[in-house]
């Protein structure tokens, strides 16, 4: 006697995917057990532990649903077919939407209102955003932390570490948020619910939402050496982006300090020079190039600049710095970074420095000799004026053209003003506030001296009044050392 046993697709993989099995028994629990003597797992798959037949599962013999007849214990004849006939709702395995409506009604669902309802009653719960950091950075509910559902396995544990934390969990739907609401309840969270509709929904009931401050992709590749140092990451990357620097002269100490500050990502920046490129500039001056002799200095270093740098902003001021505009021109500048090689322009960037309380990084060069300082007026410290109440007499006072220069000694300088720059913008770090920083070349060495506030200055010192500004003779043409 033999009753054919019709297997459906899902389970023939247990039956070494036959279609069909040829087996003897007396009723339909013989058949099934017989097989199962052969395929272990397969009663399991019909019947469950009380030997009653699977909801999602119905047996035909012949025509006739068993369920109808003796169930399990119907008896079978010689030429009979069994045919099992699982419920199936498209594709393989459970299919999207079936998942969906379990999810459903495992996870507590929560409307974008009552969310909101939440956070205007001080509830205390953890707001989860699990969508992707592109949409993130598009705006977010306001508090939400964002924990993409591809990490949230690796993240959740440092967001919420007791697994009772009442967390609400948010995407653009509301779907992948019930996803997410499932991974959650598998790693132990107890208190979860999911926000029905989304940030979608949200964002259409007028609800507040927040945009996030965040670097591009393209700017997190292009930084992401500052990024991966713990004191500048992206929030200090961000900072730097929308700091704005003056670089006063482009010439030796302006073009390092100027090249460096771009690169590094300052978002602005302003340079001030009014000078035109000479043959002799090219030895240390390393933005501008043998072609652009005899054209403007300002034009030159933009052009370089530009090449490497091309998302941030370039003002050029193509002027002499008199008293009449130096504070229109330093006025909306984070810091000063002095590059000049002459004196009335060190004094007069010094006062209005001291009068607006920028921050200056003055640098300076003598032959083989440098000198870097920085002078926070905002801060303790002294001013230029402190330690040279006013400047030498022309004939004592060499320029750059007449004393010469060490090529490279205007780099490692303007490279320090640089640095000290970026501290200043990132607010990390020991400034040169209070300190000059000396280079001598040709010893091979640098010295720190303590330099202090002259408690009587007429312009830094504390309660004086600002005495004005003092144009003295320009001796010497050029701005940029
Ligand atoms: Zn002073």
């Given at each position: 006697?033999?009753?054919?046993?019709?297997?459906?697709?899902?389970?023939?993989?247990?039956?070494?995917?036959?279609a069909?099995?040829?087996?003897?028994?007396?009723?339909?629990?013989?058949?099934?057990?017989?097989?199962?003597?052969?395929?272990?797992?397969?009663?399991?798959?019909?019947?469950?532990?009380a030997?009653?037949?699977?909801r999602?599962?119905?047996?035909?013999l012949n025509?006739e649903?068993?369920?109808?007849?003796?169930?399990l214990?119907?008896?079978?004849?010689?030429?009979?077919?069994?045919?099992?006939?699982?419920?199936i709702?498209g594709?393989?395995?459970?299919s999207?939407?079936g998942?969906?409506?379990?999810?459903?009604?495992t996870?507590?669902?929560?409307?974008?209102?009552?969310?909101?309802?939440?956070?205007?009653g001080?509830?205390?719960?953890?707001?989860?955003?699990?969508?992707e950091?592109?949409?993130?950075?598009?705006?977010?509910?306001?508090?939400a932390?964002?924990?993409?559902?591809?990490?949230?396995?690796?993240?959740?544990?440092?967001?919420a570490?007791?697994?009772?934390?009442?967390?609400?969990?948010?995407?653009?739907?509301?779907?992948?948020?019930?996803?997410?609401?499932?991974?959650l309840?598998n790693?132990?969270?107890t208190?979860?619910?999911?926000?029905?509709?989304?940030?979608?929904?949200?964002?259409?009931?007028?609800?507040?939402?927040?945009?996030?401050?965040?670097?591009?992709?393209?700017?997190?590749?292009?930084?992401?050496?500052?990024i991966?140092?713990?004191?500048?990451?992206?929030?200090?990357?961000?900072?730097?982006?929308?700091?704005k620097?003056?670089?006063i002269?482009?010439?030796?100490?302006g073009?390092?300090?100027?090249?460096?500050?771009?690169?590094?990502?300052?978002?602005?920046?302003?340079?001030?020079?009014?000078?035109?490129v000479?043959?002799?500039?090219?030895?240390?001056?390393?933005?501008?190039?043998?072609?652009r002799?005899g054209?403007?200095?300002?034009?030159?270093?933009l052009?370089t600049?530009?090449?490497?740098?091309p998302?941030i902003?370039?003002?050029?001021?193509?002027?002499?710095?008199?008293?009449?505009?130096?504070?229109?021109?330093?006025?909306?500048?984070?810091?000063?970074?002095?590059?000049?090689?002459?004196f009335?322009?060190?004094?007069?960037?010094?006062?209005?420095?001291?009068?607006?309380?920028?921050p200056?990084?003055?640098?300076?060069v003598?032959?083989?000799?440098?000198?870097?300082?920085?002078?926070?007026?905002?801060?303790?410290?002294?001013?230029y004026r402190?330690?040279?109440?006013?400047?030498?007499?022309?004939?004592?006072?060499?320029?750059?053209?007449?004393?010469?220069?060490?090529?490279?000694?205007?780099g490692v300088?303007?490279?320090?003003?640089?640095v000290?720059?970026?501290?200043?913008?990132?607010?990390?770090g020991?400034?040169?506030?209070g300190?000059?920083?000396?280079?001598?070349?040709?010893?091979?060495?640098?010295?720190t001296?303590?330099?202090?506030?002259?408690p009587?200055?007429?312009y830094c010192a504390a309660g004086?009044?600002?005495?004005?500004?003092?144009?003295?003779?320009?001796?010497?043409?050029?701005?940029?050392?």
């Amino acid at each position: 006697m033999s009753v054919k046993v019709r297997i459906p697709t899902p389970l023939r993989p247990l039956v070494g995917n036959q279609a069909d099995i040829a087996v003897a028994g007396a009723t339909v629990m013989a058949l099934i057990e017989s097989i199962d003597g052969d395929h272990e797992g397969f009663k399991g798959r019909l019947c469950d532990d009380a030997n009653n037949l699977r909801r999602f599962i119905n047996l035909y013999l012949n025509d006739e649903d068993i369920r109808y007849m003796q169930g399990l214990d119907t008896p079978v004849q010689d030429g009979d077919t069994l045919s099992i006939i699982p419920a199936i709702a498209g594709g393989s395995g459970q299919s999207f939407p079936g998942i969906l409506a379990e999810l459903k009604k495992t996870h507590r669902e929560i409307s974008a209102q009552e969310v909101r309802g939440k956070q205007d009653g001080g509830d205390s719960f953890l707001l989860l955003d699990v969508r992707e950091s592109e949409e993130f950075r598009q705006g977010h509910l306001p508090g939400a932390i964002h924990a993409p559902r591809g990490f949230l396995e690796m993240k959740i544990e440092a967001i919420a570490p007791a697994r009772d934390t009442a967390l609400t969990v948010y995407c653009a739907g509301g779907v992948r948020s019930l996803l997410a609401c499932e991974t959650l309840k598998n790693m132990g969270y107890t208190n979860l619910e999911s926000m029905a509709g989304g940030f979608g929904d949200w964002k259409q009931k007028e609800l507040p939402i927040e945009t996030p401050k965040v670097l591009s992709d393209k700017a997190r590749s292009r930084y992401s050496r500052h990024i991966s140092i713990p004191e500048v990451g992206e929030k200090g990357q961000l900072k730097l982006l929308g700091s704005k620097v003056l670089l006063i002269g482009a010439g030796g100490l302006g073009c390092p300090s100027a090249y460096y500050l771009a690169a590094a990502g300052v978002g602005t920046l302003g340079i001030v020079d009014f000078d035109v490129v000479d043959e002799s500039n090219l030895q240390r001056q390393i933005l501008h190039t043998p072609e652009r002799v005899g054209t403007p200095k300002i034009s030159s270093a933009l052009k370089t600049l530009k090449t490497f740098s091309p998302d941030i902003e370039l003002i050029p001021f193509e002027e002499r710095l008199t008293s009449a505009n130096i504070e229109s021109i330093i006025k909306d500048f984070d810091v000063v970074v002095d590059g000049t090689d002459n004196f009335p322009t060190r004094y007069l960037i010094n006062d209005a420095c001291v009068k607006l309380k920028k921050p200056c990084v003055h640098g300076s060069v003598y032959r083989f000799e440098g000198q870097v300082t920085v002078f926070d007026p905002a801060q303790e410290g002294p001013c230029y004026r402190c330690l040279y109440k006013e400047p030498p007499p022309a004939e004592l006072a060499p320029s750059c053209a007449e004393a010469g220069v060490l090529g490279v000694l205007p780099g490692v300088v303007g490279l320090l003003q640089a640095v000290e720059t970026l501290k200043i913008l990132l607010g990390i770090g020991a400034s040169l506030r209070g300190k000059l920083l000396t280079y001598d070349a040709l010893e091979a060495s640098f010295q720190t001296f303590k330099l202090r506030q002259n408690p009587e200055c007429d312009y830094c010192a504390a309660g004086k009044e600002f005495p004005g500004y003092i144009d003295y003779e320009h001796f010497c043409l050029r701005q940029s050392a």
